[in-house]
């Protein structure tokens, strides 16, 4: 298991995260003329994306996308192309390419495909990658207990991205997604899960040891992805 690296504040937290992102996408843009970066939504990655968007990159060569999305339009304010776009595409990173999940599409499956096969034209491979997860253990829409889980998990599929349905029952997630595999994270250059409070590293502690096939930390742990744990107490 990975150490998980502890903060003292939130600057401190997110000043370390995009200083990892913005040294990955540096070394892609120097290495290859471009870079491709996948991010997440909910309330934790916006102070790094703010410290994100104002690093001296050559943006114009850098592709952003979602490791996941609520199958809305970006008027919605569950969108979280929406808050890529209102947070981290500003200022010099305003010129950089967006690739969002979400597109109308007669059903979230087709709206996953034409995404997957978009991300493949721009590369295809992550160079970084920014991690939250919910308090329930859900990285990227892989929600546990939820019946996609065990595809999303299969580490042997090829980097995709898969229409999620809602949970049975009311159970999470309570409308269609849109989400990347657990292939798409094993093949990245880093992953960087950004987690906040407590009760986060309780989760993460004890999820780390449980099934790869049904917990997805455990999956990320026993698949050999390459991940830093940045972790601040303060919420
Ligand atoms: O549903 C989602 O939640 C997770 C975690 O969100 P947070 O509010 O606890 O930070 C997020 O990583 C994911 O991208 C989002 O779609």
């Known amino acids: 298991m990975p150490e998980i690296e502890t903060f003292a504040t939130v600057d401190d937290w997110a000043d370390a995260c995009a200083d ?3 040294s990955d996408l540096a070394g892609a843009v120097s290495a290859r003329g471009k870079a491709l970066f996948a ?3 909910g309330s ?4 790094v994306y703010e410290r994100l968007s104002r690093s001296d990159l050559d943006w114009s060569r850098i592709a952003v996308t979602l490791i996941d999305e609520r199958y809305v339009p970006e008027t919605s304010p569950d969108s979280n192309a929406r808050l890529i776009r209102d947070v981290l595409l500003q200022g010099p990173a305003a010129a950089a390419q967006f690739i969002p999940l979400y597109r109308p599409a007669v059903t979230v499956d087709r709206a996953a495909a034409e ?3 978009d991300l493949s034209s721009a590369g295809g491979r992550l160079d970084t990658v920014l991690l939250g997860m919910g308090e329930d253990g859900h990285i990227c829409s892989m929600f546990p207990g939820s019946p996609t889980l065990k595809t999303l998990l299969t580490p042997v599929l090829k980097p995709t991205v898969l229409g999620v ?3 049975r029952d009311g159970a999470a997630p309570t409308i269609e997604r849109l ?3 657990l292939p798409y994270l ?3 250059g880093r992953v960087i899960l950004a987690l906040k409070g407590r009760t986060k590293r309780e989760v993460y502690e004890r999820e780390a040891g449980g099934d790869p096939r049904m917990q997805p930390i455990a999956a990320l742990l026993a698949h050999a992805v390459p991940l830093d744990v940045l972790w601040t107490e303060a919420n």
């Open 39 to 41: 991010g997440p939504g």
């Open 179 to 181: 989400s990347m595999n």
């Open 165 to 167: 349905p809602p949970g």
């Open 186 to 188: 094993m093949q990245a």
């Open 20 to 22: 990892r992102l913005a």
């Open 115 to 117: 995404a997957a096969a």
């Open 44 to 47: 934790t990655p916006a102070p």
